[in-house]
């Protein structure tokens, strides 16, 4: 609860009358007068209240001689003799530093720095209460003290509160009326597109707008998206994704597929909010975008994001069909990474197949990588086949290289088999640094046959 700046504002609303948009203005304004141009009077008569109480409250527990103290600076603020008040909080604080107000008395004293005009010492004050006494009911007055300090201090930025605060409260009215009245939220949210409001209120207002818009929203969101601010267009191509509606589908592709990625991630955004759809329209359309978007980035982010957290087969056929009808090598690797991401057997036998007959040896050194990788990323899942699959890799590969990335990833997997292999490559005539190799993924197993074969090699 706060304790001197509380407001407790009164219940008055007629019966029967809805708030319109010029709500937004008039509690602005409201919030704004409250937050910069509070009279000194009355948050003393608050103060003056609550410390009335507190003294009340503690005088009948006894008289001892903190609480004395305590009084007498009390009495100091009510009589506004701030220079005294401070001195006398600041010695309470010396004389009883684990007196159960001692966080009280911290924020006192500050409050008397700051009518003295002590602004740096009343800042270092509030620190000092809000470090020492983190749990402390007073906090929240000392933060929000130390805003009327910054405000003092810097008359801009009391200018910049208000506009802050205007901008604030106009952008929960218009979250509460979404809320309670959708029928209206579309009618309110055009009103604040076309006035002068500031961006950050027309940003909040589109978001708003695809939460709660529907469908009707798609003309006014795609009117914002294809032209002027490029902040409020990325608000208004994210918000597209968020209609449930496979008629925002084609629109976000056009999006996707004529801007640059650099522009300011217009590309970025669309393929995002392509990709929150699960319809199968949606998986084509990323498809379609891994294969034909303007830049190499997109085309690549498309496969990621196709790959990535969605169900069924019908991304593994997207994917083949990328890999079966490109040549350039960064994508080949981009989807063979992303079917390393997919739970689908079919994924896993193409994957097997790439590693073993794939003419490019990035290509199939990627494809290794993407197989231990299913081991890791798709829960609850059976490894041993992967695993075999590696096994068997290495045993009839002929590429050095390659065979030394084959034992990085096989040193991931926790299984007997896996450790058999390993000691097995110790013992060999493999290269001495693919030994070394073995040696330190034997080192991290707690396996007894794995630490009885690292002594025998101290022997």
């Excluded at 739970?343 to 990035?362: F, M, V, Y």
Aim: hydrophobic share 40%.
């Amino acid at each position: 609860m706060s304790h001197l700046f509380a407001i407790h504002p009164r219940a008055s609303s007629r019966k029967g009358r809805t708030p319109g948009v010029g709500l937004f203005f008039s509690l602005a304004f409201f919030a704004a007068a409250l937050f910069i141009c509070a009279a000194p009077a009355r948050a003393g008569a608050q103060e003056r209240e609550l410390l009335n109480r507190l003294v009340q409250s503690s005088t009948t527990a006894g008289s001892d001689a903190a609480m004395k103290a305590f009084v007498e600076g009390r009495n100091l603020i009510d009589e506004e003799k701030w220079a005294r008040a401070a001195e006398r909080f600041n010695r309470f604080i010396a004389e009883y530093p684990n007196d159960k107000y001692v966080d009280a008395a911290y924020f006192y004293l500050a409050y008397s720095q700051w009518k003295l005009n002590k602004y740096q010492d009343a800042n270092s004050t509030l620190a000092r209460l809000v470090s020492d006494y983190p749990k402390s009911s007073w906090v929240d007055d000392a933060k929000k003290l130390r805003t009327q300090i910054t405000l003092a201090i810097d008359p801009k930025a009391a200018e910049q509160a208000a506009r802050e605060a205007d901008v604030e409260i106009k952008i929960i009215a218009l979250q509460s009326l979404c809320q309670s009245e959708p029928a209206r939220c579309s009618s309110l949210i055009n009103d604040v597109l076309n006035s002068n409001s500031a961006p950050r209120l027309k940003e909040a207002a589109i978001t708003l707008l695809g939460r709660h818009g529907g469908r009707e929203a798609v003309p006014s969101l795609l009117n914002i998206a294809r032209g002027g601010d490029m902040n409020l267009r990325l608000k208004a191509i994210a918000a597209l994704g968020r209609i449930n509606d496979e008629s925002v589908l084609e629109p976000l592709r056009e999006q996707a597929m004529q801007a640059e990625f650099s522009d300011n991630g217009v590309v970025d955004t669309a393929l995002h909010a392509i990709a929150r759809h699960e319809s199968p329209r949606a998986v084509q359309i990323l498809g379609d975008l891994g294969m034909n978007a303007r830049t190499l980035e997109g085309r690549k982010h498309a496969i990621y994001l196709l790959a990535t957290n969605r169900k069924g087969e019908a991304p593994v056929d997207e994917l083949f069909r990328i890999y079966d009808s490109e040549q350039n090598l960064e994508i080949r690797k981009q989807v063979v990474a992303g079917l390393g991401n997919r739970i689908s057997e079919r994924a896993g036998e193409r994957l097997a197949q790439i590693a073993r007959t794939a003419t490019n040896t990035e290509l199939r050194s990627t494809a290794i990588s993407a197989i231990a990788q299913r081991s890791r990323s798709i829960p609850n899942r059976n490894t041993d086949a992967d695993l075999e699959v590696l096994l068997s890799l290495y045993d009839s590969e002929r590429d050095e290289e390659l065979k030394d990335v084959i034992i990085s990833n096989i040193s991931h997997y926790q299984s007997k088999r896996a450790t058999q292999k390993l000691m097995e490559i110790v013992r060999s005539n493999a290269p001495v640094e693919r030994r070394k190799k073995a040696i330190n993924a034997l080192s991290r197993s707690k396996d007894p046959d794995v630490i009885r074969f690292l002594m025998d090699i101290l022997k």
